[in-house]
């Protein structure tokens, strides 16, 4: 379950940054703002699904999700391919988020 809510969040997260980024950088209206409020309100309410016993491992887990959906998002909604050092980042990030979420951990 704790992928699914990873990915939901990255969505919610960078949906809301990207409407003050245009209301911002694109000269859009203020009323972006709006959708993108309710946007970072839904990405901080999905973390708390995630299946882990620490705020901070969930939020470092969910770090490798984030740039990976974040590549997503630069190459789907802004039209911009991420060449080989994107993807190669982002391989070692979500290396990193699964070696952080799956590791065996004393009870």
Do not use: H, N, Q
């Not at 990915?7 to 993108?36: N, Q, T, Y």
């Not at 190459?75 to 979500?94: F, H, K, M, N, S």
Request: proline share 4%; glycine share 8%; with cysteine.
């Amino acid at each position: 379950m704790t992928i699914p809510v990873f990915i939901a969040a990255a969505l919610a997260e960078i949906a809301g940054c990207f409407a003050f980024w245009a209301w911002w950088r694109l000269d859009k209206s203020a009323l972006w703002l709006v959708p993108g409020v309710a946007s970072l309100i839904l990405f901080a309410w999905l973390l708390t699904f995630a299946d882990t016993s620490a705020a901070g491992r969930a939020y470092a887990a969910y770090g490798g999700i984030y740039i990976t959906a974040s590549l997503a998002w630069l190459w789907l909604a802004e039209g911009v391919r991420p060449d080989r050092w994107d993807l190669t980042g982002a391989a070692i990030c979500i290396l990193g988020a699964s070696l952080i979420l799956f590791a065996p951990r004393a009870a």
